[in-house]
């Protein structure tokens, strides 16, 4: 995927996850089938965490991002690969540190954390245009998960993250109609 089609997929996976959540009424943004799986709250403040530091991190000037993290030493994987991989990662048991997971999200919260949740969007996308794509596929960016990935690799990765937890919250309502 070039840098447009990756703002797009961008734009595409995340409006579908606020058009998602955006109309729940409280008692479907609340609902956990177990008390263990997330809610849709917690899957919005999750996906807030994940995308804030990616973005800090595409901040940075060229030269701090390899001095703290080096230079690739793999070519980017394609989406499919980096997809692939990370569903292996976690059927083998791998989950989200404690920085990433999400705390209780009150109804009253949803508003306030889906506006954070699009800004974090709307900023990564506009940072994707300081990348040309020589530096998406030579920069790289630490995953909590993944390891080092390069930030073609990371973008992959965010796009299907907001795919993932999307198709979570819809799963676990459809628990809540039986």
Known sequence: MDRSSIINK???????????????????????????????????????RSVEPLNKGLKAPEFALKAMFGKADHPSVSYEELVARYQSELAAGGSAPAPFRPETIAFERKGGLLADLRDQVERLTK??????????DKLVLPHPLLGKLTIREMLYFTIYHGEHHRLHTEANLALSAK
């Open 10 to 48: 961008l734009n595409e996976n995340y409006s579908a996850f606020f058009d998602l959540v955006e109309k729940m009424p409280e008692a479907e943004f609340t609902y956990s089938p177990d008390g263990i799986k997330w809610t849709p709250g917690q899957q919005v403040d999750h996906l807030h």
């Open 127 to 136: 940072s994707i245009d300081k990348f040309d794509e020589e530096k998406l």
